[in-house]
């Protein structure tokens, strides 16, 4: 039987790598960041940017059978996605590498896990390989935490994918959902205003269901 023929994004359609990361973490975030083009940082981005400021000079260095490229251009038109990688390391005789760098420490989500998913299938498509593992070296500890891009990370890749290019196509931007812990780390606190539009939000639900009932 033939295989079906892989539907692929036009380029006025692909959505930032990065995108993804945000959308997992947070879909209002990932609209206002991308949709509505609001930011606003504090010590906890700055730290990111300082990280990345430190790696993203583009270019390639070898050593010995290692060869590592900085600020690698990414694509994948059947993703719908491009985007810019950290560090791809390549040896002579194994698959590419993708390296993120990230600030904090390892989390609970798998947001940076699918960011970096997301890279290897651009290097997959881009480069007509296999590719099977990279790494997120995290600041907080100065490790790498080894991630396998296994069936279940690039299914969830495949499907945030989706949904984040279709909010960003359709700019729309969802009601708040505040969670203390998630809200307090990010930059756009003040410019979300969770908790009081949240609470806005749940006073509109109980006069609409006053005035029905």
Request: charge should be neutral; proline fraction near 6%.
């Amino acid at each position: 039987m033939a295989e079906m023929p892989v539907e692929l994004i036009g380029e006025d359609e692909l959505v930032p790598i990065s995108a993804l990361q945000h959308m997992l973490y947070c879909p209002r975030q990932c609209a206002l960041i991308h949709n509505e083009k609001q930011w606003a940082e504090n010590r906890f981005t700055a730290e990111g940017r300082v990280l990345h400021e430190r790696v993203d000079t583009r270019g390639r260095e070898r050593r010995g059978g290692l060869t590592t490229a900085r600020s690698v251009p990414l694509r994948s038109l059947r993703l719908g996605v491009t985007g810019v990688a950290d560090v791809v390391e390549m040896h002579a005789t194994e698959p590419p590498y993708p390296v993120e760098y990230k600030r904090g420490r390892p989390k609970a989500h798998r947001a940076d896990e699918v960011q970096l998913c997301a890279q290897a299938m651009c290097l997959e498509e881009m480069l007509d390989v296999s590719v099977i593992e990279g790494a997120l070296f995290y600041g907080r500890n100065r490790r790498r935490k080894v991630v396998a891009f296994d069936a279940a990370l690039r299914e969830l890749t495949e499907r945030v994918a989706v949904e984040t290019r279709q909010m960003l196509l359709d700019d729309e931007t969802p009601p708040p959902e505040y969670e203390a812990r998630k809200c307090n780390a990010c930059s756009l606190k003040d410019v979300c205003q969770p908790r009081r539009l949240h609470r806005s939000a749940k006073v509109v639900q109980w006069l609409a269901k006053a005035i029905e009932d």
